[in-house]
């Protein structure tokens, strides 16, 4: 999600989370992590790895899963840190992708919402339903007029098939998400709702002061964080 810097004009915060999850598939915990715009986002993979860490030291997991949206460096980052993770790419941004094709191979939009939930529900409920859809993409695409944008949808999706194929089926078996909801839950309330109000501008110190409050108030920590300070810096005041 953007922020407007201080003479710099708009700029991506980062939003990540670590959440747990029981057997069953309920959400147990969320770490939030909040982080200024930053050159390939170091610190916040730092923050991520350090949750990561902090926590399987703690428990075993059966399964890891590693969420986002199709943007490279995320992805590069998890095969080195995490290669035995399941690796899946966040299943509402491949439908929004999904939808912008059913827009440019349909004028009809009726047609163009059939054939929309069709493949999404092929994605979501069947065993590689990534390459089915795939192949429905280029079915249509025959028939279609020559477009750079129907390329460049494709295109994700094919660079995305390893991170679609099987995984949301079988994440569903096992009751694991499928979505990053909370992630783009974080983007709001962690970023949005107080940082891109009317007229605001930041500095990168000052955003992040904000946004490290923020996460620390998300995240169930507010308390923690306060005894921990205390106890470093005023030690005859802490608990």
Known sequence: ????????????????????????????????????????KVQAKRLLEQEVEAI??????????????????????????YPNAIHVVDFFHVCEHLSRLSELFFSDPSEAKAWYNKQKIVLKEEPEGASKVIRAVRYRRSKAKHNPEI?????????????????????????LPIGSGVVEAACKNLIGTRMKKSGM???????????TLRSLILSNRWEQFWEFFLNRHFPEFGT
């Open 151 to 175: 390329e460049s949808e494709l295109k994700y999706l094919q660079r995305n098939r390893k991170r679609m194929n099987l995984n949301y089926f079988e994440l569903q078996q096992n009751n």
């Open 1 to 40: 999600t953007s922020v407007l810097i201080r003479q710099q004009g708009w700029k991506h915060a980062t939003a990540g989370t670590v959440s747990t999850y029981d057997s069953q598939g309920n959400r147990l915990d969320t770490v939030y992590i909040g982080r200024m715009p930053e050159r390939a």
């Open 201 to 211: 501008r930041w500095t990168v110190n000052g955003g992040q002061t904000i946004l």
């Open 56 to 81: 399987t030291e703690k428990h075993d997991f059966k399964y890891t899963v590693c969420i986002a949206d199709g943007a490279r460096d995320l992805w590069l980052f998890f095969r080195k840190k």
